[in-house]
């Protein structure tokens, strides 16, 4: 497995061997069989919630591992169906979704309320189900950028799911009435017993200067963690960061030297540990986003991502559109071939 790991990473088969110049891994808090023993248990969560999060856990190739790997598609309203769908077509039922998540042994797969109830009494008790709650639209001209509520949590609770997910836009103009929903909405799954996943992403057009995109910077995208935790996310969902210094270029809010000089270096493993350290030093987990499909070359670029995740500390990867915007034998290809980073014990946290 792990020569076949090495064969996909190329060029890059050095970060197989890397080790971590910032934040060492004995700080960690990592990911394992018995995580939720040893970290959940101590924390306020309702004992529901450790259950369903112990279901996510224990379901899939990477059941009982401490990993997970999750089919998100909600792409459809995010994007527009056919943007998403047109690649292959027979996703637009919500059927071959939860049938491409099975056959690809994810943890669980998130999609909408509409597409997950669509098919709620076949297989919620198949595989776990996670409900994305709000979306960002593109039918409104001109496109605005804003997560609204398309549903609540007792409608994700009511067709059998396990969790909830929420995106909140950190930096964008509403960013804090999204913040405000969500929290409320993530207290109410806890109180009905469901865990939440936050997408912590950013938005602002400011975070683009002198041809340097800093919404994938590592201490801005770390902070919109640290700030996913605080409001008991129970699973971050992050983009791999791609550059850093977001704060000292764009010349805004407050940073500290040791961040860039002690904590973090150039290598993706160290930003992405940095990402690790700020969801409670790996207390709750961090998944990657797998990113858009570029057709060849995404098998590559999935594992890479999972190889940077694992060895940072993080506890998956969360891909889609690389995975459904193929034939269903490739798509499961792809997710097998993110889930065998996780399952290759060679490969250990940096």
Known sequence: MLSKIEKFLGKDKDLLTYKCKG????????????????????????????????????HGRLGGTGYVSILPVDQGIEHS????????????????????????????????????????????????????????????????????????????????????????YFGAENGMRQLQEVTDAFSAAHELGMFTVLWCYLRNSAFKKGGVDYHSAADLTGQ??????????????????????????????KTHDKVYSKLTSKNPIDLCRYQVANCYMGRIGLINSGGASKGSGDLEAAVRTAVVNKRAGGMGLISGRKAFQRPMKDGVKLLNAIQDVYLCKEITIA
């Not at 935790?229 to 977001?246: F, M, R, S, W, Y």
């Open 81 to 168: 169906g056919g943007a998403s769908f047109a690649p292959n077509p027979g996703l637009f039922d919500p059927e071959k979704i939860i049938e491409l998540a099975m056959e690809g042994g994810c943890n669980g797969v998130v999609s909408t309320f509409g597409t997950l109830g669509s098919v709620a009494r076949k297989y919620a008790h198949k595989i776990p189900f996670i409900v994305k709650i709000n979306h960002n639209e593109m039918l409104t001209y001109p496109n605005r950028y804003d997560q609204i509520m398309f549903a609540n949590v007792e409608n994700a609770f009511n067709l059998g799911a396990v969790g909830v997910g929420a995106t909140i």
């Open 23 to 58: 934040i060492p891994k004995k700080s960690l808090n990592a990911p394992g069989p018995d995580f939720i023993d040893n970290v959940f248990s101590m924390s306020d969560r309702p004992v529901p919630v450790l259950r369903n999060l112990s279901c996510l856990r224990n």
């Open 224 to 253: 919109a963690n640290h700030l996913g935790v605080t409001i008991e996310a129970d699973i971050i969902k992050q983009k791999l960061p791609e550059t850093n210094n977001g704060y000292t270029e764009i010349e805004f809010g």
